[in-house]
């Protein structure tokens, strides 16, 4: 199994990002998928899933503003960041799984996400 990110960087206040995040050696089409955050000195804090018949749950930090979405013929998952402030300047990860389980999925290495004030 491999997941690797990308998508991340310097974004100011109120910007905009997508994060990729492209999967392979296993049967994307069927896996859940959920985009999770570490910032220094913070709990790893979960993001986003994604699942099998599309439905999408978010956090309540990231509500309204940040949407996933996945390509099944691609096996890539996306994160599209809007109206990004300072504190989701993070490393962001994909995983494998869902809300309840992705903890214990497989991980990709992440990417950087920092905005600027």
């Known amino acids: 199994v491999q997941l690797v990110e990308s998508g991340g960087g310097l974004v100011r206040f109120g910007g905009s990002l997508r994060l990729s995040c492209a999967a392979s050696?296993?049967?994307?089409?069927?896996?859940?998928m959920t985009w999770a955050r570490r910032t220094p000195g913070k709990a790893l804090e979960w993001v986003s899933s994604?699942?099998?018949?599309?439905?999408?749950k978010y956090a309540d930090s990231i509500k309204g503003r940040f949407s996933i979405s996945r390509d099944n013929a691609k096996n890539i998952v996306y994160l599209e960041m809007n109206s990004l402030k300072p504190e989701d300047t993070a490393v962001y990860y994909c995983?494998?799984?869902?809300?309840?389980?992705?903890?214990?999925?497989?991980w990709g290495e992440g990417t950087q996400v920092t905005v600027s004030s």
């Open positions: 994604i699942y099998v018949d599309g439905s999408t």
């Open positions: 995983a494998t799984g869902g809300y309840s389980d992705y903890t214990e999925g497989f």
């Open positions: 050696g296993f049967m994307f089409d069927i896996a859940a």
